[in-house]
């Protein structure tokens, strides 16, 4: 075993043939249309299934896909013809009902169960304890059903939900013991990588922060400014733009003076700036729309409410020799609008550098994940780097916080 999964069982510590494994998996995908489209999370998810239904496991596969009230909250009958391109399983439109218990006690070694959208259950997303959720009824009737718990969704590991943290806790109440409960191969990748970013940092260290939510990236900068293992912080995006702002390289808009929520994100970037200091680095030139064609410009040369859609030539230059040097990079989303073909140089080019590296690097957030697969990037070429499929989680562990859905699954 990895020494630094030496706090959690794996599927290797199981032995899963004719037992009953409850696993958690994340297929939650991008609905367009109503349609559910085909995303890496559900191909690496079909993939431990695979494996344990291959190990003759009576797998019971709890999943979610959106938040209730909001157009992407459906029914997993979609991610259930998905899922069939990998692996052979059943699914059914129920969760905790007389179909659902059925078709679990029914299942023969090595057949899959899919069951319907978890976030049916109102339960499922009450803010409560471990415990609290081990006495839910969603937990309690599913339970007894089972031999083991697997979690594979390290993108849900910072909710505090009843299929993440309720079953492990009740496996364990239920005298099944610690033993009963550990990780899938997707949550073991996720946990090697994170360990080596944030507890085993190579200097020279270097951040790529990009992305249009500035706000949730400036928590990192904070807490990374603090901790003092970071060398520099190369900004691009919305985050490339706020700094330039600090600088007083540009000036806002009236519109943004006067908007109370953006005044104060610069005056926090300023103190994240005097904090900072030469570490920070920010675009030195940047793509403009000049009558519908990219235009490279100089900061200094932007004028008001001109939109910035992409880093420069010169900057993603500057920013690739600084990955080039670096011995650990860390990535959060792109340098600019990269769905547009004119504008996705900057993500481009740094995505190549980060390739290219022989440095550790991990690359984190959804956006990051989709600029690799839209700008047709090989994964596999990245031999150094781990492409994390999380965002919420990712950040907080980026942020030392400890994960419910992690801590419950540690052996003691």
Same mark, same amino acid.
């Given at each position: ?33 109503? =349609? ?13 299934? =695979? ?19 909001? %157009? ?50 109102? &339960?499922?997303?009450? !803010? ?118 600090? =600088?007083?390289?540009?000036?806002? !808009? ?6 109370? &929520? ?90 190549? %550098? ?59």
């Amino acid at each position: 075993m990895n020494k630094q999964l030496g706090d959690f069982l794996t599927i290797d510590d199981f032995e899963v043939a004719g037992r009953t494994v409850l696993f958690r998996a994340d297929i939650n995908s991008v609905v367009v249309d109503g =349609r559910v489209e085909m995303k890496e999370r559900i191909q690496e998810n079909a993939k431990t299934i =695979r494996e344990l239904s291959e190990k003759g496991a009576r797998v019971v596969v709890l999943a979610h896909q959106g938040r209730v009230g909001r %157009a992407d909250f459906l029914p997993l009958n979609q991610h259930a013809e998905l899922l069939r391109r990998f692996v052979d399983l059943e699914f059914v439109e129920d969760i905790i009902g007389p179909a659902a218990r059925a078709g679990i006690k029914n299942l023969g070694d090595g057949e899959v169960l899919l069951l319907d959208n978890v976030r049916m259950l109102a &339960e499922e997303t009450l !803010s409560r304890s471990p415990e609290e959720h081990a006495k839910s009824i969603f937990v309690r009737r599913l339970a007894p059903l089972a031999d083991i718990y697997i979690n594979d969704a390290f993108s849900v590991a910072h909710r505090s939900h009843a299929s993440v943290v309720g079953f492990p806790r009740a496996l364990k109440e239920n005298g099944v013991g610690a033993g009963a409960v550990g990780i899938g191969r997707l949550m073991e990748r996720e946990l090697v990588a994170l360990e080596k970013a944030v507890h085993s940092i190579k200097k020279p260290c270097v951040y790529v922060l990009g992305g249009v939510k500035p706000e949730e990236v400036l928590d990192v900068m904070e807490h990374t400014l603090r901790r003092g293992k970071v060398n520099t912080y190369l900004t691009a995006g919305s985050l490339g733009t706020l700094f330039l702002y600090a =600088r007083n390289i540009i000036e806002p !808009s009236e519109e943004q003076k006067a908007d109370e &929520e953006f005044m104060k994100t610069l005056e926090r970037a300023k103190r994240i700036l005097a904090e900072g200091g030469e570490k920070i680095k920010y675009p030195e030139d940047v793509a403009v729309d000049l009558g519908g064609r990219r235009e490279e410009i100089p900061v200094e040369q932007l004028k008001p409410k001109q939109q910035i859609y992409d880093i420069g030539e010169r900057t993603s230059e500057d920013y690739a020799e600084q990955i080039k040097d670096a011995r650990t990079v860390i990535m959060k989303g792109p340098a600019g609008l990269y769905e547009k073909e004119e504008f996705a140089e900057g993500t481009r080019e740094l995505l190549k %550098a980060v390739s290219s590296s022989d440095a550790f690097s991990l690359l984190g957030g959804g956006h990051t994940s989709a600029a690799i697969s839209t700008l047709g990037m090989s994964k596999s070429k990245m031999s150094n780097a781990h492409v994390s499929l999380a965002g919420g989680a990712f950040l907080k562990y980026l942020l030392g916080n400890h994960l419910p859905g992690i801590e419950v699954l540690r052996k003691h």
